[in-house]
Structures are given as C-alpha cells and as structure tokens.
C-alpha cells in the first residue's frame, strides 16, 4: 500500500515509518498539518495514519477537508486524546478508526488492513484474499494462487502484485509503481519495472491460461481479463 503518515513529533513518526515500510509499504511522511492537506488532496493514497494535534492545521480540520471535497481515502486517527467524546469527536469528522496513543505497531498495521479492506470494491467471504479471475492473493500469510495452484514470488514481486491486484482494471502508471512499490519519487532512468513486470508476468500468466497483466502502451499496465 502506498500510505501517507501526518505527523509532528518526529521521534514518534520515525518510529511508525520504520515498522510500516518494514511491512512493505511506501511511505510519505508530513511533520504538520498544512503540508499534511496539501498531500492528500493532490497524491494518491491507500491511507491515511493522522495525527490529531498538529502544527499550523490540526488533524480534524484535515479530515473535515477531505470529507467536504469527496476525498475518501481511509483515515486512522492517532491521538493522545482517548475520552470517548474525543473518540466520537473523530470519526464524526470522518476519521475510519481511531488509535490512542501509546499504541502497539501491530495493532496499527491491523487497523490499516482493515480500514483499506472497508474502502475497497471487493466484497470477499474472506476479507484479507484480493482475486482477480482465478488469481489469488492472500494478504495476511502472503501467498498467492493461480488456479489452485501456488504461486511463488519475490518480495517485490508480491507488492506489484499486491498493488495491482488493490487496482483491478485501472490502469496503473509507471509513476505510481515507482512511488507505491520503490518509494521513489523520481524515475531513476532504468528499466526496473520492465524487469519485475517480465518476471512476473511469467509466474501469472502461464501457458494455456487466460493473460491477466496487460501492458497499456504508453500509460502502464493493467492486471484483468483482456475483455473488460
């Protein structure tokens, strides 16, 4: 997932960076709520991790922002302030979840995956599988199935997938792989991406089964049934 963390206190967002690209997730961090706003209202997220008392533009105010212009990437409040009235006060405003402060990694993560998993179009039986087709990915043991069958990948192999599979049918940009699966904010100028698409493509895609990762010439690629 490609996340967006608002936070002021820099020991405390060193701290959640850490553990959340150590789970594989690409990362932007805001030290205060302005530049906070200006993120999430122009980049492309999969959630947002909002602290509630920042500098120059508090964490309410954001939400309540994001809300009134139809933005509705999920939000989880973290928040020192843990009264239930507190707690009301914040997702009223539109926050998904809300994390009290101190607050363990694993639960953070936890309530991500969850929240994410509400916002998605797919209803699953099992809410932590992504499918496409007869393409399967789980997310909590991290393992992927194609007609039944196992499919194994590399670490970054499994985060394109991932992301694609979050993207079903949309077509997805170079730019965006760089920034959700790499972290990069630049095009590094080289092939990467073609070279983890090939070899992907050849784990997916094998023969006598119907294509599903398609390259869109000159805008990306798109993972679902050629027909759509």
């Known amino acids: 997932m490609r996340l967006l963390l608002i ?11 850490k553990a959340l690209r150590e789970a594989g997730h690409a990362t932007d961090h805001a030290p205060d709520g302005k530049e906070g706003l200006f993120l999430a209202t122009t980049e492309p997220y999969d959630a947002i991790i909002l602290d509630r008392m920042l500098p120059k533009v508090d964490g309410l105010t954001i939400l ?5 212009s139809e933005i509705r990437i999920p939000v989880v409040i973290l928040s020192a302030l843990g009264e239930i009235d507190d707690r009301v006060d914040g997702l009223r405003a539109g926050g998904d979840d809300y994390l009290v402060k101190p607050f363990s990694t694993i639960e953070l993560l936890a309530r991500l ?14 809410p932590h599988l992504l499918r496409v087709a007869d393409l399967e990915l789980n997310r909590l043991s991290r393992t992927v199935r194609r007609a039944g069958q196992p499919v194994e990948l590399q670490p970054r192999e499994y985060q394109l997938l991932e992301y694609l599979m979050r993207h079903a049918g949309q077509v997805v940009t170079r730019t965006m792989l760089l920034e959700a699966v790499w972290d990069y904010h630049f095009d590094p100028g080289t092939n990467v991406i073609d070279v983890h698409m090939s070899k992907l493509r050849a784990k997916i895609d094998l023969p006598d089964m119907l294509s599903l990762l398609q390259t869109v010439r000159g805008a990306g690629y798109r993972l679902g049934n050629a027909e759509q």
């Open 7 to 17: 936070e002021d206190q820099l020991d405390t967002a060193a701290f959640i960076l």
């Open 113 to 126: 995956d969850a929240v994410t998993r509400r916002g998605g179009s797919q209803a699953e039986a099992d």
């Open 64 to 68: 309540r922002t994001l809300r009134a």
